[in-house]
């Protein structure tokens, strides 16, 4: 079943403005991370963040976590067109066997 | 760079024809994933492996088989292709239990169509 859940489904803003996701999953967790899909392609790693973390940043990437509420979000500062692509949510069951969720749609307008 | 490969990027099958995706990966991973992605069902877990010769099913191994006879090397055998699984496949790959997380790596994808 998949562990991540992404929120929401979709999201469009105009360059220059912030973008959040939020991502819920269901289980304990050693760490979750975040990847980025381009269309037709495949998932590149953005940024890992362990269980005994809060925040991480990473460029314009900000990620938070929240385990009491088994929750992250994923924060975009200053949106650029090229930010455009799918981003999802993912944890390990046991460390090995990586569940996605169903990602979020973010459309960055020039 | 850690490059997982898939050996094809389009594929269109019969029904009840016996489908093989082929992944390598060139960074001496323990681990290999096989996802399909579907329209609003995001990444499902196919099967993964740990191990040469190692498999286990994920959420929907159902109709799918696997291979891992080398390290590099994991293959995605649909035994009898139906149209429901038209679908876009994705091949991954990871270290094997690092205490700091096991990022994955992902090919480029295979699309395959079956008709």
């Known amino acids: 079943s998949q562990q991540g859940e992404e929120d929401p489904q979709a999201l469009s803003i105009q360059e220059g403005e912030n973008a959040t996701m939020n991502c819920s999953y269901k289980?304990?967790?050693?760490?979750l991370q975040w990847y980025r899909q381009n269309s037709g392609r495949g998932l590149v790693h953005l940024i890992l963040?362990?269980?005994?973390?809060r925040e991480k940043h990473s460029g314009r990437l900000r990620v938070t976590l929240d385990t009491s509420k088994k929750s992250s979000s994923l924060l975009i500062t200053a949106s650029r067109a090229a930010d455009t692509a799918s981003y999802f949510c993912?944890?390990?069951?046991?460390?090995?066997?990586?569940?996605f969720g169903a990602g979020t749609r973010l459309t960055v307008k020039p | 760079d850690v490059k997982v490969t898939q050996s094809s990027r389009y594929l269109v099958k019969r029904t009840g024809e016996k489908v093989f995706l082929e992944c390598v990966q060139d960074m001496d991973h323990e681990n290999m994933f096989w996802y399909r992605q579907d329209p609003g069902l995001g990444l499902r877990l196919i099967y993964f492996?740990?191990?040469?010769?190692?498999?286990e099913k994920g959420d929907i191994p159902e109709g799918y088989s696997v291979s891992r006879e080398k390290k590099e090397r994991f293959s995605l055998i649909l035994e009898s292709a139906s149209t429901n699984q038209t679908s876009m496949y994705l091949c991954a790959s990871s270290f094997r239990d690092r205490i700091s997380g096991n990022t994955i790596y992902f090919g480029e994808g295979s699309w395959l169509t079956v008709v």
């Open positions: 993912a944890t390990a069951l046991n460390n090995n066997d990586m569940r």
């Open positions: 963040i362990r269980s005994n973390e």
């Open positions: 492996s740990y191990d040469v010769k190692m498999k």
């Open positions: 289980t304990s967790i050693n760490n």
